[in-house]
């Protein structure tokens, strides 16, 4: 009876691993970066505030940084390919590529990549909610969080 309910578990876990490994695989587009009490949704150009930033001098310094954000995430693109394949584009142009692997336990990637010929290694906390993929990149300084929308295939 044991082993029966340890190759069950093991069948069922083998399966719950590769539906999320695979749902991963494909082209997202960031649509909205969210930082410090402020939201910018790409796909309805909008902002939002929490209520911290109430006067119009913050809100205006805030504008500020979501320029700066959409400057650094506008027309972003990632790819994670079936082979472990990993690039990231900006405005349709090559930003990065090299390679990623998942851990689905810890909900981390970790992607080696070449960007400008300078070698790195990210990792980027995720999860997969309604068909959207949000991320936050490991980091000891504050990173906004992403959220992108898979691209149809080509």
């Known amino acids: 009876m044991r082993i029966l309910l340890v190759l069950l578990t093991t069948l069922c876990f083998g399966r719950v691993h590769a539906q999320h490994s695979s749902s991963l695989q494909?082209?997202?587009?960031?649509?909205?970066?969210?930082?410090?009490?402020?939201?910018?949704?790409?796909?309805?150009?909008?902002?939002?505030?929490?209520?911290?930033?109430?006067?119009?001098?913050?809100?205006?310094?805030?504008?500020?940084?979501?320029?700066?954000?959409?400057?650094?995430?506008?027309?972003?693109?990632?790819?994670?390919?079936?082979?472990?394949?990993?690039?990231?584009?900006?405005?349709?142009?090559?930003?990065g590529i090299g390679s990623y692997t998942v851990s689905n336990k810890d909900r981390i990637i970790t992607a080696n990549v070449v960007r400008n010929g300078v070698k790195a290694t990210e990792k980027m906390k995720f999860y997969i909610k309604e068909k959207l993929l949000h991320f936050t990149l490991v980091s000891d300084a504050p990173t906004p969080k992403m959220v992108l929308e898979r691209l149809p295939q080509k």
């Open 26 to 95: 494909k082209r997202w587009k960031v649509i909205s970066i969210a930082d410090k009490g402020m939201c910018y949704n790409f796909k309805r150009d909008s902002v939002a505030f929490s209520p911290e930033f109430s006067s119009p001098m913050d809100k205006e310094k805030a504008r500020e940084l979501i320029a700066a954000l959409v400057g650094v995430a506008g027309e972003g693109i990632f790819v994670f390919g079936k082979d472990g394949h990993y690039e990231v584009l900006h405005d349709t142009k090559q930003d």
